[in-house]
């Protein structure tokens, strides 16, 4: 009997060893964590020198010209949301520069003539300027099934407003003509 109970207990010593020694399961767990974290950490450390990487080669002069290509961009955008608004000279600054009327094909166009610049982020410059936060409120309330006067109330704006925003963003493909959203409308909400 006394040499079973010895048994369990080097069997127990033994698994103690195994397990909490410095080469045991749970040490493994921690450092391959740590691993992980440090994985983590050297792609984006790689991912922020490619960025830097990308932009050495690129003189004063292509930056300034960069420049003025990323304000035109804002330009053309403020110029688009103005146009949909009922300005006749923004649409017709418009029309004569890229040959559209207002309305998701011209955006499309606006921002395929910037071929520098990353997709996701021209998409992500012209949600946060045609958009904007009061549209994103009027998006997720429209989302949810709410009224547009609900959805105005929610945003903090007056009706006519949240009415303005709600046609330019159907203008834009944002929303359809049902008031739903679209693929584009559930990207800007991101």
Not at 113 to 141: P, Y
Request: charged letters at 25%.
């Amino acid at each position: 009997m006394w040499v079973e109970a010895l048994l369990v207990v080097i069997i127990l010593l033994l698994l103690g060893i195994i397990l909490f020694s410095s080469g045991g399961i749970a040490r493994r767990r921690v450092l391959s964590r740590q691993v992980d974290s440090l994985h983590k950490e050297m792609q984006r450390l790689q991912n922020a020198n490619e960025a830097l990487r990308s932009s050495m080669g690129v003189g004063a002069e292509t930056r300034v010209k960069r420049f003025g290509d990323l304000f035109e961009l804002v330009r053309d955008l403020e110029a688009l949301r103005c146009a949909i608004a009922g300005s006749s000279t923004c649409k017709r600054v418009l029309t004569q520069k890229y040959g559209m009327d207002p309305g998701p094909e011209l955006l499309k166009r606006i921002l395929a003539a910037r071929l520098w610049m990353d997709s996701a982020v021209k998409w992500r410059l012209a949600d946060e300027l045609l958009v904007g936060e009061v549209g994103r409120n009027i998006l997720l309330s429209l989302n949810s099934g709410a009224p547009i006067d609900r959805a105005a109330s929610k945003a903090g704006v007056p009706v006519t407003v949240a009415r303005g925003q709600v046609r330019r963003l159907q203008v834009l493909g944002y929303l359809d003509n049902r008031i739903a959203l679209t693929d584009r409308g559930r990207e800007a909400l991101i």
